[in-house]
Structures are given as C-alpha cells and as structure tokens.
C-alpha cells in the first residue's frame, strides 16, 4: 500500500512543468504523512532496542493498529482521487485538481476517526493553498494568474473585450465528477458567484487603474485569504474539542517547568537535557577547530562546513494541524466551520471590489446620467425636442424625400433638435435609416428600419451593452410609430374633411367617382369621417399616455430604487435589464403577446392611410366601412384580452388602460 503511494510521488516529480500546483501540494502532504509514519516507526524501533521494557508482538501489532488504519484509509483515499490520473493530460488540469481535492474534503467532513481526521486535514490544507494563492492574486492584485491551468476559471482569448460577460469562463468539470458519482467539493459552491464578480471587479479596477486606491489599505494586504482561513478555523473549532484539556495540563506543566529555575539561573527538568546536549554538541565544534588552530585556512573551512551541516539539518515538521493548534473532532460539524471560514475572506474582499466598482460607475462615470440622457431620446422623455425631430421625420417620409434619410442628414436633424438644450452630449448620439424594398412603392416611408444609436464608453458599455441598445430601439419605434400616429390624425382639421367634399363636388373626375359611391352621400361621409377619427384619436391618445406616464416614468422610479440597493455590477445589470425589460413587454413587444401588438398596429396603419386619402383627395364609401369595422374589431379584441390578462393576474398598470378601453368598446354591425 505504501508503495503505491511512493509510486505516485516518484511519478509526478518527473513531470514538474505540467503538474497542477494543487497536485505537488498533494504529494508533499502525502509525503508530510509517511514521514510522520517513519518517524514513528524509528522511534518505536528505538524503544524495542533499547530493551527497557519488555515487547511482545501482540502488543508491537497493537501499537502499529492505529498507523495501518490511517494507511489503509489514505490509500484508499489516493486510489479515488487520483484513479486514471496518468490517463489525463494537461488541458485536465482543473478536473485533476478539483477530483483531489473534492474526495478530500468529502473524506475530511465525512471521517469518524479522530486520529485519521488529523492526517487527512494536514493533507487538504496542503493541497488547498495553492488554489487559495490563484484566488489571493485574483482579488486582491485583479490578476488571474493561472500557469497550470488548474482554477475553476479560466480567460476566454477570444473575448478580452467584454471583461463582464464572456472574457472568464468557468471550467467544466462538476458533470464529470457526478459521472464519477464524487460529490463536488463544497467549499465554494456558496461563494462560486461572488468570486466570480469579485475578481471580474477587481479586473475592472485594475484597467482602469483604480485598483491600487481600494486594496492598498493594511487590512488587505497584511494577511492572504489562505491565512484568514486557518485562523478563522482555529477561531470556529469549539474550545472543548478533543484534547483540549489534557493539552492544556501539558501546557501548564511546561510552563511551570520554563518558569521553575535552579540557584545558578538553570532550567530544570527537560530544558536541563537541552541545555547539556547543545553543550556538549558546542564542545565537540571547538575541538574540531582547535585541531585545526594553526591553520586560518583550515579553520575558515572547517567553520564553514559546520555551519553548512548545521544549515542542512533537518527540521522535524509537526503535523499542520498540531502547528495550528487545531484540535478536530469527528463529532463537530467542520462542513460548515470550513465553508464560513473561506467565506469570511472571499466576502471581504467582494464586498471592497464591488463597492469600489459601484462608486466608479455611479459617481466617476455617472451612470444615471448616461441612463437620463438613453431615455430622453430613445423614449422621447426630452418631449419638445424630440417632437421636433419626429415631425421632420413625418414630414420626409410622406414626401418620400429619400435624399434627406442617409445617415448624415438624419444625424444632423437628430443633433440639431438636441443642441438647442443639450449643447454638451448631442454628439453621443446618431441616427440611420435604411430603405426597404417593399416601401418603393408604398405611398408613405416605413418607419420600421429607422435607428438611433448612442456611443457609450468603457465599462459603462457592460450596462447599457449594445444588445441592450436593439431593445431600446424597438422601443423607440413602438413609440415612434405612435406619435406618427397622432401626427397623422392631428395634422387633419375637420375644416380639411369639409373641404374635400366640396373639393369632390367641384372635381367633375372625382364628381364621377362619387356618383358610382352611392353607397354614402357626401354630408354622411363627411361626418363619419369626422367620427372615425375622433375614435381614432381617442384610441392613440389613451394608448400614448399610457405608455409615456404609466410605463416610463413609473419604470424609471422602480429603476432609481434598484440601482440605490445594488451591491455589486452584476446586481446593477440585472436591475438596469429588468428595468428595460418591463417597459419593452408592457409595450406588447414580447412575442407571447404578438396578436395584442398585430392589433395596436392594424389601427395604427388606419390612421396613416386615413391621412393618405385625405391627402390625396381620394377616400371612397367602402374604405371608411372597412377602416371603421376594422377599428370596431381590434378595439373590442384588445378590450376583452386586456380585461382577460388583469383578471387572471395581478397587473396593476394594465387596469386603467383595459377598464378605458371596456367601456369605450365601438358598437361592431
């Protein structure tokens, strides 16, 4: 058995470039184990030599029987950790690393002996601390420096730019120890995350050079995370632990020992023999030198190579656990004195990082800001000015003047609309527009391929992401699309109505047209005209300040108490999507909700071909028909789905709008 252990150890220090760091922390705490054990047996040989008492060999076996358990039991351990580990290469480094040290822990927490727990703690600490020095350097110096490949993360080469979502990846490896049926080791399952958060701040930090301000203070750099992890065991493990009173009447006795002197300053007891052997090794020193006294040359050598065998005297290593001070005992639960003990270190050095980012983008770059200046253009809450823009907008693609819609000139109409209040930031913003085919030869301009963008520096890009910026723009052209709506109705006067029946009596062409329209005569058509857009106008009307006060503005609340309660980026994004997220769906932009917003469009496509035909002089019976029972329907649809939606789920901000629309339901024929 213990061959096999000599075999592993012999095997990896041949391969010292590609062996995980956890892995030579493993063999020297296995090493650290057998020395103990040969330690022993020399000094029980020593004590059957010396023939002082009498030894048979039941009771050399029954002196054995504890150390042939703890073999047993470490090979046991060996052979599950690393079983097919020649079999890997160096890209498993990680799986490698997290096997031995997952079967450690679970044998740590799981152990019954207390003797085995001992040993098997000194292995695990070992083979931890290298892992702990790759998280050390992470949060504390925003390095991930990771030689051998063996962390839980990893940098993604091909993504260094987006440091927040893809440049760290984690390594995968917990699907293979389940495959193994190894449970994963537990230790940073609570805290995989906010490492994760910690270090992508830290990395921030340090790009932006603000990393040294946040951990140059004493309490970070004075101890490592590895440190503060043993302490805070020391400081968890229950005083009445195994041992602890028998150590202590040990303790006491030295002490009394130390403190108990002779007449002549000497310390008695035990310290007298230490006193008498270093004596008497001094001695033999001088005689040594006084051989040589007559030769400086020799003495200078002789010196020399006392001092060099002194230097290379080996140090007797206590078990780690014993130079701790670590009493363990099976029957204290050191699951979870282990797991708050790392979490003590990790959750300090989080809590700096992701305070220290927070103030950076909250305070130096002034996020709220960026967000204010996204909303008064993509949502319109700078009213006047965009206002202006749009009816520019309106006005070119009714006209269909396609020179004025390359980017340049929409940009120029965007900036120019913006300057006349803010002067310091218009140049954030541009706008573009491509021409589809099929709007050649539509009689108006889609706006469905009209864009803002909005240039956001780094790191404020990882919050307002470019992915996040196609959801504003589609809010935008939901928005958009509904003032172009009510500019289309409030643009025609009921004076304008009145005029085109006089204008088709006097047209002797259109004279014709509207004697084959006999369906309506023309003081009908005029007053059903009249009443279709007053319907219409109610309709946008109620749909606009839905969306510009009831969604935006009570969003944009929510929004500033969310980012007041984050703790970190991650919080911060996930508010900000949330935020952005609610006003796209209550938009009826979320696809389950295709058919309500298919509807709110059909409506919307009336109000601009109602413009069309007044503009064109050109509206026949049929059409006011057509346009008045397609209204009557998707009004009445959208009636009855909204009141459906409030009823079934608690939707607060729907209520108004459904109960508005209930009961201005138009009578269907």
Same mark, same amino acid.
């Given at each position: 058995?213990?061959?096999?252990l000599?075999?592993?150890?012999?095997?990896?220090?041949?391969?010292?470039?590609?062996?995980?760091?956890?892995?030579e922390?493993?063999?020297?705490?296995?090493?650290?184990?057998?020395?103990?054990?040969?330690?022993?047996?020399?000094?029980?040989?020593?004590?059957?030599s010396?023939?002082?008492?009498?030894?048979?060999?039941?009771?050399?076996?029954?002196?054995?029987?504890?150390?042939?358990?703890?073999?047993?039991?470490?090979?046991?351990?060996?052979?599950?950790?690393?079983?097919?580990?020649?079999?890997?290469g160096?890209?498993?480094?990680?799986?490698?690393?997290?096997?031995?040290?997952?079967?450690?822990?679970?044998?740590?927490?799981?152990?019954?002996?207390?003797?085995?727990?001992?040993?098997?703690?000194?292995?695990?600490?070992?083979?931890?601390?290298?892992?702990?020095?790759?998280?050390?350097?992470?949060?504390?110096?925003?390095?991930?420096?990771?030689?051998?490949?063996?962390?839980?993360?990893? !940098?993604?080469?091909?993504h260094?730019?987006?440091?927040?979502?893809?440049?760290?990846?984690?390594?995968?490896?917990?699907?293979?120890?389940?495959?193994?049926?190894?449970?994963?080791?537990?230790?940073?399952?609570?805290?995989?995350?906010?490492?994760?958060?910690?270090?992508?701040?830290?990395?921030?930090?340090?790009?932006?050079?603000?990393?040294?301000? !946040?951990?140059?203070?004493?309490?970070?750099?004075?101890? !490592?995370?590895?440190?503060?992890?043993?302490?805070?065991?020391?400081?968890?493990?229950?005083?009445?632990?195994?041992?602890?009173?028998?150590?202590?009447?040990v303790?006491?006795?030295?002490?009394?020992?130390?403190?108990?002197?002779?007449?002549?300053?000497?310390?008695?007891?035990?310290?007298n023999?230490e006193?008498?052997?270093?004596?008497?090794?001094?001695?033999?020193?001088?005689?040594?030198?006084?051989?040589?006294?007559?030769?400086?040359?020799?003495?200078?050598?002789?010196a020399?190579?006392?001092?060099?065998?002194?230097?290379?005297?080996?140090?007797?290593?206590?078990?780690?656990?014993?130079?701790?001070?670590?009493?363990?005992?099976?029957?204290v639960?050191?699951?979870?004195?282990?797991?708050?003990?790392?979490?003590?270190?990790?959750?300090?050095?989080?809590?700096?990082?992701?305070?220290?980012?927070?103030?950076?983008?909250?305070?130096?770059?002034?996020?709220?800001?960026?967000?204010?200046?996204?909303?008064?253009?993509?949502?319109?809450?700078?009213?006047?000015?965009?206002?202006d823009?749009?009816?520019?907008?309106?006005?070119?693609?009714?006209?269909?003047?396609?020179?004025?819609?390359?980017?340049?000139?929409?940009?120029?109409?965007?900036?120019?609309?913006?300057?006349?209040?803010?002067?310091?930031?218009?140049?954030?913003?541009?706008?573009?527009?491509?021409?589809?085919?099929?709007?050649?030869?539509?009689?108006v301009?889609?706006?469905?391929?009209?864009?803002?963008?909005?240039?956001?520096?780094?790191?404020?890009?990882?919050?307002?992401?470019?992915?996040?910026?196609?959801?504003?723009?589609?809010?935008?052209?939901?928005?958009?699309?509904?003032?172009?709506?009510?500019?289309?109705?409030?643009?025609?006067?009921?004076?304008?109505?009145?005029?085109?029946?006089?204008?088709?009596?006097?047209?002797?062409?259109?004279?014709?047209?509207?004697?084959?329209?006999?369906?309506?005569?023309?003081?009908?058509k005029?007053?059903?005209?009249?009443?279709?857009?007053?319907?219409?106008?109610?309709?946008?009307?109620l749909?606009?300040?839905?969306?510009?006060?009831?969604?935006?503005?009570?969003?944009?609340?929510?929004?500033?108490?969310?980012?007041?309660?984050?703790?970190?980026?991650?919080?911060?994004?996930?508010?900000?999507?949330?935020?952005?997220t609610?006003?796209?769906?209550?938009?009826?932009?979320?696809?389950?909700?295709?058919?309500?917003?298919?509807?709110?469009?059909?409506?919307?496509?009336?109000?601009?071909?109602f413009? !069309?035909?007044?503009?064109?002089?050109?509206?026949?019976?049929?059409?006011?028909?057509?346009w008045?029972?397609?209204?009557?329907?998707?009004?009445?649809?959208?009636?009855?789905?909204?009141?459906?939606?409030?009823?079934?789920?608690?939707?607060?901000?729907?209520?108004?709008?459904?109960?508005?629309?209930?009961?201005?339901?138009?009578?269907?024929?």
């Amino acid at each position: 058995q213990i061959h096999s252990l000599h075999g592993f150890i012999h095997q990896i220090s041949g391969e010292q470039d590609t062996v995980p760091h956890t892995v030579e922390a493993y063999v020297s705490g296995i090493n650290h184990g057998l020395q103990q054990f040969s330690r022993y047996l020399l000094e029980l040989e020593l004590e059957v030599s010396s023939q002082e008492t009498t030894f048979t060999t039941i009771m050399l076996l029954d002196k054995l029987r504890t150390w042939f358990r703890r073999i047993k039991g470490l090979v046991s351990i060996h052979s599950l950790a690393t079983k097919d580990y020649f079999d890997l290469g160096p890209q498993e480094n990680c799986y490698k690393s997290i096997r031995i040290l997952s079967v450690l822990y679970n044998a740590v927490i799981g152990s019954i002996y207390p003797d085995m727990i001992d040993l098997l703690m000194d292995i695990f600490l070992m083979s931890l601390k290298p892992y702990l020095h790759i998280l050390d350097t992470w949060l504390v110096h925003g390095t991930l420096i990771d030689n051998r490949k063996e962390f839980i993360y990893f !940098t993604n080469p091909d993504h260094q730019g987006d440091i927040w979502n893809n440049t760290f990846k984690e390594r995968q490896y917990l699907l293979r120890l389940r495959e193994e049926k190894i449970q994963p080791i537990a230790l940073f399952v609570k805290l995989i995350k906010k490492i994760l958060v910690a270090g992508k701040s830290n990395e921030i930090l340090y790009k932006m050079d603000k990393l040294s301000t !946040t951990s140059s203070s004493p309490v970070f750099c004075s101890t !490592t995370i590895y440190k503060e992890f043993l302490a805070s065991i020391k400081e968890r493990l229950p005083k009445f632990s195994r041992g602890n009173s028998e150590e202590k009447t040990v303790a006491v006795f030295h002490d009394d020992a130390k403190d108990e002197m002779n007449d002549s300053g000497m310390v008695i007891g035990e310290c007298n023999e230490e006193v008498v052997g270093k004596e008497s090794h001094c001695r033999d020193e001088n005689d040594v030198l006084q051989v040589a006294a007559d030769d400086e040359f020799l003495v200078t050598a002789f010196a020399s190579l006392i001092q060099g065998i002194q230097d290379d005297k080996e140090v007797v290593k206590k078990p780690r656990c014993e130079e701790l001070g670590l009493n363990l005992d099976p029957m204290v639960p050191l699951e979870a004195i282990l797991s708050d003990s790392l979490a003590q270190g990790v959750i300090k050095h989080y809590n700096r990082s992701s305070t220290a980012l927070l103030n950076l983008v909250l305070k130096d770059l002034n996020l709220e800001e960026e967000l204010s200046k996204a909303r008064l253009v993509f949502f319109m809450e700078a009213g006047d000015l965009m206002q202006d823009f749009n009816y520019q907008i309106f006005n070119i693609i009714h006209r269909k003047d396609t020179d004025m819609l390359d980017s340049s000139s929409l940009t120029l109409l965007l900036q120019d609309s913006l300057f006349q209040r803010f002067e310091g930031w218009v140049d954030q913003f541009s706008c573009g527009y491509e021409l589809l085919p099929e709007d050649q030869h539509s009689p108006v301009l889609s706006l469905r391929s009209l864009s803002i963008n909005m240039a956001i520096s780094w790191p404020l890009n990882i919050i307002l992401s470019e992915e996040n910026l196609k959801m504003y723009n589609k809010i935008f052209l939901f928005l958009v699309n509904l003032k172009h709506s009510l500019w289309c109705l409030q643009s025609i006067s009921l004076a304008e109505i009145a005029q085109l029946d006089r204008q088709m009596n006097k047209d002797e062409s259109l004279a014709d047209d509207l004697n084959s329209d006999v369906s309506l005569s023309a003081g009908q058509k005029q007053h059903r005209l009249q009443l279709l857009r007053a319907w219409l106008i109610y309709f946008v009307t109620l749909l606009h300040g839905y969306f510009m006060s009831r969604v935006i503005h009570s969003t944009q609340l929510e929004l500033r108490d969310g980012i007041a309660r984050a703790t970190d980026l991650d919080v911060l994004i996930e508010v900000h999507q949330l935020y952005l997220t609610k006003i796209h769906d209550t938009c009826f932009l979320h696809p389950e909700v295709r058919m309500l917003k298919e509807a709110i469009y059909m409506i919307l496509g009336i109000c601009i071909e109602f413009h !069309t035909g007044i503009a064109e002089r050109s509206i026949h019976s049929g059409a006011i028909s057509n346009w008045e029972d397609k209204y009557a329907r998707c009004h009445n649809f959208l009636s009855t789905m909204l009141n459906e939606m409030v009823r079934k789920k608690k939707l607060p901000h729907l209520e108004g709008l459904a109960a508005a629309l209930l009961h201005s339901c138009p009578q269907q024929q």
